[in-house]
């Protein structure tokens, strides 16, 4: 008797955590180029994966901050995949980089704010600054990127694929800025 309860317990509790972790990314209404049917059944793969995920983590000795960080970028990462899988067509490809990169651009505010609550006023007047700077490189990096871009499709006389490349290199970019900002968030900021 004692072992059912533990067990229905356990399974509620799953339940809600995967409920908490797993639906909150994928939208319809965000990835309106889907169709119902195809929503669903990425949404059904998607769960699937972040319960597994979720049980791996369960396992290992982290943290809830670890946990959770981990947790989000893989979510984040698993959509990408299913997105490309779905459609990888060159468009398509690049929708799913779009999606994936404001999805790591959230998870930076987020980290931005959290590390920022933690500094004193001047410190954070710094932190500022140092965001403020990124952000200039950020744009810069982009702008960069374009204008290779360019330049590759008119060396090569075309060619779609190099788009999805630059998509790629933009959304790692402000995948290491998310890492950076937890670790502050996380660690302190020690050098």
């Not at 980089?97 to 006023?121: G, V, W």
């Not at 290779?148 to 402000?174: E, I, R």
Request: proline share 0%; charged share 25%; hydrophobic share 35%.
């Amino acid at each position: 008797m004692m072992l059912n309860k533990a067990i229905i317990i356990f399974c509620v509790t799953l339940s809600f955590f995967n409920f908490i972790y797993a639906k909150d990314l994928l939208k319809h209404s965000e990835l309106n180029w889907l169709t119902q049917e195809k929503f669903e059944e990425i949404q059904k793969i998607y769960q699937d994966n972040i319960n597994k995920k979720v049980e791996k983590l369960q396992n290992q000795k982290l943290d809830k901050l670890q946990e959770e960080y981990i947790l989000e970028c893989y979510k984040i990462d698993v959509i990408l995949d299913l997105l490309q899988d779905y459609d990888y067509s060159t468009q398509g490809i690049n929708l799913a980089y779009y999606y994936a990169y404001k999805q790591y651009d959230n998870l930076l505010n987020k980290y931005y704010i959290l590390s920022k609550k933690q500094l004193d006023k001047k410190e954070q007047s710094a932190f500022l600054q140092e965001q403020r700077a990124w952000i200039k490189m950020r744009n810069a990096n982009e702008e960069y990127i374009d204008n290779h871009l360019v330049f590759v499709y008119t060396s090569n006389k075309g060619g779609t694929m190099y788009s999805n490349l630059a998509s790629a290199a933009k959304l790692d970019f402000v995948k290491n800025r998310v890492d950076k900002l937890f670790k502050y968030y996380y660690n302190g900021i020690n050098w």
